[in-house]
């Protein structure tokens, strides 16, 4: 090419050498199974309840909402009024995860902003915390423990924003258990505010969760080590059937008053996969703290999505927000839950009927979506 008096050799294309992205097993086997011609295949791999032929579902109640919004002639499409999402999702969520009555909300100290999914949540909460953590700020070479079995992306998540992670024990591959003695023997072994992630019910993939008592067991550990969690809400009311019941782990955090945030889809339990619906919940020391936590999730939303998509948000403000429509999402998780617990039933007299050997309880004892 000429340019002036000087003849240049067109340059090679700056991205011509991006290398090959090293994707996890994960996609491999989904690649596989899409590949896979047998009619009778099932899909186990992802967090995602379809019904019993395969297919996409779409709840009850979310068809509802969805109508409800749809009649609604003032509808409009503005950007929402902040740049931490929809104003009233942020709140009937906050209210479904702590409890209408908890210090939290009475004492104005939640921070919160709506989030891409619980992916976009926890991107945010680890940004978030690599800025503003205080104990690992004096010391950037602290790892954030993750739970060696857990969401394929946990570490990918924190390493993206610079975290070094290193890894718990969590499953009991013998006992096909949560491993309780030999996490809580971690827990105390790292440094005193470590940063902990920890998923609240529903694992993925290992469908094990600490029982109640273990909870109890694990808050005084925390409380003991100042440890700091980082808390994945992605299935709530898949264990039980009941959101409350299934954020009892937040409630007690917030009693016990320990350091956490929590990352939250309602990409599960509404079925909005695609609309990624999340919520990235703080409880902050007061309400002073909170106004500048805002402040700063603000700044960090607007370099990052600028604004939150209120669709799906909408969905799940006009669900929770009116006590009929509540109802019926209600009895749909219950549903749910019911039907995933049915499933492993059927799956575990099946797997009997081909191996009577092994002891196959633990299909039936885990919980939620993942086995
Ligand atoms: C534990 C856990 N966290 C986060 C996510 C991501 O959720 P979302 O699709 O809302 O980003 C998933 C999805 O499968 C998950 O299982």
């Not at 998540?157 to 969590?170: E, I, K, M, N, S």
């Not at 619906?277 to 805002?294: I, K, Y």
């Not at 909408?314 to 995933?340: H, M």
């Not at 081909?354 to 299909?363: A, I, Y």
Request: charged share 25%; glycine share 8%; hydrophobic share 35%.
């Amino acid at each position: 090419m000429e340019r002036g008096n000087t003849v240049q050799k067109a340059a090679k294309h700056p991205l011509a050498d991006v290398p090959e992205g090293k994707l996890e097993s994960l996609n491999a086997l989904q690649a596989a199974f899409r590949l896979d011609a047998r009619p009778g295949k099932a899909d186990l791999m992802c967090g995602v309840y379809q019904t019993r032929g395969g297919k996409s579902y779409v709840l009850p109640s979310v068809k509802l909402a969805r109508e409800k919004l749809f009649n609604d002639s003032n509808w409009e499409h503005e950007y929402p009024s902040s740049h931490l999402g929809e104003a009233e999702f942020r709140n009937t969520s906050a209210r479904l995860l702590f409890g209408e009555q908890s210090s939290v909300l009475m004492e104005n100290r939640l921070s919160s902003m709506q989030a891409l999914g619980a992916s976009g949540a926890c991107h945010m909460g680890a940004r978030f915390l690599k800025m503003h953590y205080g104990p690992y700020k004096s010391n950037p070479e602290r790892k954030v423990y993750i739970p060696r079995e857990t969401w394929v992306n946990h570490p990918n998540v924190f390493q993206d924003v610079r975290f070094d992670t290193a890894g718990l024990p969590y499953y009991n591959f013998v006992t096909h258990r949560f491993d309780f003695k030999q996490f809580d023997d971690a827990l105390k072994q790292i440094p005193t505010q470590s940063i902990i992630v920890l998923q609240v019910c529903g694992n993925n993939p290992t469908g094990c969760d600490p029982s109640p008592d273990e909870w109890q067991q694990l808050a005084h550990t925390f409380k003991a080590m100042n440890h700091f969690a980082f808390l994945d809400l992605s299935y709530p009311g898949f264990a039980t059937g009941n959101v409350a019941d299934d954020c009892a782990p937040i409630r007690l955090f917030v009693d016990i008053d320990i350091p956490f945030l929590v990352a939250v889809t309602y990409g599960k339990c509404f079925g909005l996969y695609g609309e990624r619906v999340g919520h990235l919940c703080m409880p902050m020391p007061t309400a002073e703290s909170a106004v500048r936590a805002d402040q700063q999730m603000k700044l960090l939303a607007r370099a990052e999505t600028g604004a939150q998509p209120r669709f799906g948000a909408k969905l799940v403000s006009i669900t929770l927000g009116d006590s009929s429509l509540k109802k019926i999402w209600e009895e749909d998780l219950r549903g749910l839950a019911q039907d995933l617990m049915d499933r492993r039933k059927t799956l575990k007299s099946e797997l009997l009927k081909h191996d009577t050997l092994r002891d196959w309880s633990f299909v039936t004892n885990q919980t939620g979506m993942f086995l």
